[in-house]
């Protein structure tokens, strides 16, 4: 809906749809909720220039989060009013093959990281990431596989 949103903006699009469904949120509960996504990949953050505005810095670089590979295709109930009422320009293109880049190289230290810590619970975590970023990035990991499971065996 958004391609990117930044990490306040992200967490004010869940107040409002808690608002809109009656019902309280916890900020604190937020922002596990988007570090578990970014750990397991059904967010990527990734790093957009700064456009808007003719007295910023235009080579100025935010952090930002977009939709990762292992994320549900599917928008939350009552999602469909937020760009408006969160007031969110639709004008956030990101380049698909840099975001592909940067999800494989963070699976690839993330692998080795779990690798070297023997987390295998990490590891077939990863595994299963590995299937879905072929898909959804087009980026063959087979070395990565081939690694996780000689690290598993």
Same mark, same amino acid.
């Given at each position: ?8 903006? =992200?967490?004010?699009?869940? /107040?409002? &749809? ?9 900020? !604190? ?12 990949? *059904? ?16 080579? %100025?670089?935010?952090? %930002? ?13 009552? *999602? /469909? ?17 840099? $975001? /592909?880049?940067? $999800? #494989? #190289?963070? =699976? %690839?230290?993330? *692998?080795?990281?779990? /690798? *070297? !810590?023997?987390?295998? !619970?990490?590891?077939?975590? &990863?595994? !299963? @990431? ?8 087009? @980026?063959?990991?087979?070395? @990565? ?6 690290? &598993?065996?």
């Amino acid at each position: 809906m958004f391609t990117v949103l930044g990490r306040e903006e =992200l967490a004010d699009a869940a /107040a409002e &749809l808690a608002f809109k469904r009656g019902e309280s949120i916890d900020r !604190d509960a937020v922002e596990r909720a988007i570090d578990d996504a970014i750990s397991e990949f *059904a967010l990527v953050s990734v790093e957009r220039e700064q456009t808007n505005g003719a007295d910023q810095d235009p080579h %100025r670089r935010l952090s %930002r989060l977009a939709v990762g590979p292992t994320a549900f295709p599917r928008l939350p109930d009552g *999602a /469909a009013d937020l760009p408006h009422i969160l007031e969110i320009d639709g004008n956030r293109a990101i380049d698909r093959e840099a $975001v /592909a880049t940067a $999800v #494989e #190289e963070r =699976l %690839r230290r993330d *692998a080795a990281r779990a /690798a *070297a !810590d023997g987390d295998d !619970d990490r590891l077939e975590t &990863l595994l !299963d @990431v590995c299937f879905d970023v072929d898909v959804w990035a087009g @980026v063959d990991t087979d070395d @990565v596989r081939a690694d996780i499971e000689r690290a &598993l065996e």
